[in-house]
């Protein structure tokens, strides 16, 4: 394992295999409840709607608020943990967490349910934000990718368990349920977290007192604008979308100007012109608006054109997030064994082929025809997840893996969240209908063959990223010492090399 820093040699020695698997199933249980809190309350809206007494449009803030909080702060949360110890900031966000899972639970009204939502959201960015970060702290360099491919797979698995586990929930306890399954489950791994991470290592006083809060306020802002102006008017753009568009618009240019003169900025923006690390961020961002648009989609289109009962509907919806599952884990074993670039890449050509094959299969081959390109995309996406985040995170220093860990979270929330919106439209543009929901088959299909070739655009966008960052990371190698490389490939050799392209071998 890589050492943190050169002067403490104790680093150098990779932990015993036991205490691995203890800390990889605390951060693995982190990552599997923020997914939950993320899929399971949607289940719930209209058995909350009629218990609370409200419209559709006061109970869906019972997931934007969580939605917000995590996208607004999961960035400040990653650069928090670098500056006062990720440990402990983590074990904050648990505990945080279960204990907002316990007031949305006992909540008596909607706005003190909102408002726990909003604080279990903060919870959430903190665990998202800082379980990748830990994986260099706690995971040999060369187990790397099969580390970011289990999380990989826990976050599918939170995912597609949400819906299903929320509906016998309410069916059986009631809508609280929703909340209080968190409660032990948040206990749970609030003790491995406590017993089995590594401790906060030390660092020089003057790193750990600064800390932006100027960037930190404007981006957090900046964020909630943007996902706001995505998210409100359920798919419909009014004044007010515009209007929170061009503030954060603003907010963003803004943002920039003040971290170009902070003196411990919260981002290095000149970090981001590095391809390698920016290009990842990017490339996370198209890849999540892909993924996004198969759940925006394929559901009018399986119910509309195909003209299957929504139990079928489900069944065929639950077929992405388990090949994810399944994928998540050989994923990151084929980027430990061929390298994180070359399966980054290996993963676009694929999630581009099923994105292809999705606008045309389907049109012809009925489910068949839809389910298989279904499964390569989710299978291409598990190996681009697994491979990006280790690419990514193999060339960052140690006291900035949080704020890293949480762009890259943040690419993939903001995905998400254009997708829904962007894709969405895109689909009813192509549909040439006013309310897909009652548009004519013909038409649905039409608007699915259209919003796939153009999600194929934007994979073959992120596979153009991608071969760049590869070319300049294969640049930065030759530049290096010839020697440095070699010295790089040798068992538990920390050469320069290893430091700089830990993920490109």
Known sequence: MRPHRTSEPSARVAPPRPAVRRALAALSLSVLLSSLGTSIANVGLPTLAEAFGASFQEVQWIVLAYLLAITALIVSAGRLGDVLGRRRLLLAGILLFTAASVLCGVAPTLPLLIAARAAQGLGAAVMMALTMAFVGETVPKAKTGSAMGLLGTMSAIGTALGPSLGGVLIAGFGWRALFLVNVPLGLLTLLLAHRHLPAD????????????????????????????????????????????????????????????????????????????????????????????????????????????????????????????????????????????????????????????????????????????????????????????????????????????????????????????????AVFALASATADVATAHPEAVATGMRITFAAAAALIVTALVIALAAAASRRADTQGEDPAAPREASAPGAPGRAAGRHGGSR
């Open 201 to 424: 290592r030390s660092g020089p006083t003057a790193d750990r007192v600064r800390f932006d809060h100027a960037g930190t306020l404007l981006l957090a802002l900046t964020l909630a604008a943007y996902a706001l102006a995505m998210t409100l008017g359920r798919g419909g753009f009014g004044t007010l979308n515009a209007a929170l568009l061009v503030a954060a618009a603003c907010g963003a240019g803004l943002f920039a100007r003040v971290e170009a003169r902070a003196a411990a900025p919260l981002i290095r923006l000149r970090t981001l012109r590095d391809p390698r690390l920016g290009g990842g961020l990017a490339a996370s961002a198209l890849v999540s608006t892909v993924m996004m648009t198969t759940l925006v989609v394929g559901p009018f289109y399986l119910a509309r054109t195909l003209g299957l009962r929504e139990a079928l509907v489900g069944l065929v919806l639950s077929v992405g997030p388990l090949v994810a599952a399944l994928t998540g884990v050989p994923a990151g074993r084929g980027a430990d064994r061929f390298g994180a670039p070359r399966m980054t890449v290996a993963g676009l050509i694929a999630m581009a082929a099923g994105a292809t094959a999705l606008s045309v299969l389907p049109e012809r081959f009925g489910v068949a025809g839809y389910v298989a390109p279904v499964v390569v995309i989710t299978a291409g996406y598990a190996v681009f997840q697994a491979a990006n985040n280790t690419a990514v995170m193999a060339d960052v220093p140690a006291d900035r893996r949080g704020v890293v860990s949480g762009m890259l979270n943040l690419s993939r929330n903001l995905g998400l969240v254009s997708g829904a919106s962007v894709m969405g």
